[in-house]
């Protein structure tokens, strides 16, 4: 039987990548989307043209208690297909971006960020425990924003920050269930995040100056690298940050 991953925001961006290099690997992929069913539809039937399951389910990250509906949808699924409602790979990728000075980011701003970023991660992987397989792997992904600081991003970039800290936490207390927990974090990635500022040309060009492999990162830049720690040859990498940026500021 297939190994199974949940990814959230699996339906676009670094998500639908990751899901497709998993689905690669021989993985069955149960994914979230926010509202677009449409582009949901096109990631589940590329990845059954690769001979592996999928199905996707609703999931408000502005809302944690959407995540325990998703997780509840997720493994009700499993259960009718399976028998069993565990799975393999939890990977927390869902997220918005905005950008504000701190003198101008307003509660509104920074509470949705804390919600989409950390609350909402914190909680679903708490109703996730419960499910994942002994030796599974959790992987959340931060951003190269919390190592380097760019102007207008501090609420993101320290909601970030926290979840560095959380997937420590999370590979000490795992470690008894041989449970790996490991934190990806990109550097600026041309996709339609944050309005998809990074594939301006004079911003990609800006990028492309300060990162040692002379480019923007694109989507398919990520989704391996997920694929990798997913693997037998990633168990004994725990509780580590991994940059995958090209070498941005280096």
Same mark, same amino acid.
């Given at each position: +039987?297939? !190994?199974? @991953?949940? =990814?959230?925001?699996?339906? #676009?961006?670094? &998500?639908?990548?990751? @899901?497709?290099?998993?689905?690669?690997?021989?993985?069955? =992929?149960?994914?979230?989307?926010?509202? $677009?069913?449409?582009?949901?539809?096109?990631? =589940?039937?590329?990845?059954?043209?690769?001979?592996?399951?999928? =199905?996707?389910?609703?999931?408000?990250?502005?809302?944690?208690?959407?995540?325990?509906?998703?997780?509840?949808? @997720?493994?009700?699924?499993?259960?009718?297909?399976?028998?069993?409602?565990? *799975?393999?790979?939890?990977?927390? /990728?869902?997220?918005?971006?905005?950008? $504000?000075?701190?003198? /101008?980011?307003?509660?509104?701003?920074? $509470?949705?960020? +804390?919600?989409?970023?950390? !609350?909402?991660?914190?909680?679903?992987?708490?109703?996730?425990?419960?499910?994942? /397989?002994?030796?599974?792997?959790?992987?959340?992904?931060?951003?190269?924003?919390?190592?380097?600081?760019?102007?207008?991003?501090?609420?993101?970039?320290?909601?970030?920050?926290?979840?560095?800290?959380?997937?420590?936490?999370?590979?000490?207390?795992?470690?008894? #269930?041989?449970?790996?927990? %490991?934190?990806? @974090?990109?550097?600026?990635?041309?996709?339609? *995040?944050?309005? &998809?500022? %990074?594939?301006?040309?004079?911003?990609? !060009?800006?990028?492309?100056?300060?990162?040692?492999?002379?480019?923007?990162?694109?989507?398919?830049?990520?989704?391996?690298?997920?694929? *990798?720690?997913?693997?037998?040859?990633?168990?004994?990498? $725990?509780?580590? #940050?991994?940059?995958?940026? &090209? &070498?941005?500021?280096?």
């Amino acid at each position: +039987m297939s !190994k199974t @991953a949940i =990814i959230t925001g699996g339906s #676009r961006g670094l &998500g639908r990548d990751m @899901a497709l290099s998993l689905a690669k690997k021989g993985i069955d =992929i149960i994914f979230s989307y926010h509202s $677009n069913t449409s582009k949901a539809q096109e990631v =589940i039937d590329e990845i059954k043209q690769l001979g592996q399951d999928a =199905i996707a389910f609703p999931f408000d990250a502005n809302h944690h208690e959407s995540g325990a509906a998703f997780i509840k949808s @997720a493994t009700a699924y499993l259960t009718k297909k399976h028998s069993s409602p565990n *799975f393999d790979y939890l990977i927390n /990728n869902a997220g918005t971006g905005t950008f $504000n000075l701190v003198e /101008n980011t307003t509660e509104s701003q920074f $509470n949705e960020m +804390m919600n989409v970023h950390l !609350k909402s991660v914190y909680f679903m992987t708490q109703e996730a425990l419960t499910y994942l /397989n002994t030796k599974g792997r959790i992987i959340n992904i931060s951003s190269g924003l919390a190592r380097f600081s760019l102007p207008g991003m501090s609420a993101y970039a320290i909601m970030k920050g926290a979840i560095e800290v959380f997937t420590r936490y999370l590979a000490k207390e795992l470690g008894s #269930r041989q449970i790996t927990a %490991n934190t990806i @974090a990109p550097g600026a990635i041309a996709t339609d *995040f944050a309005g &998809g500022s %990074n594939k301006d040309a004079d911003k990609a !060009k800006m990028i492309a100056s300060i990162t040692a492999l002379g480019r923007v990162g694109e989507a398919n830049d990520i989704g391996g690298v997920v694929a *990798f720690l997913c693997s037998d040859d990633a168990s004994w990498i $725990n509780g580590q #940050r991994i940059e995958v940026s &090209g &070498g941005m500021l280096v």
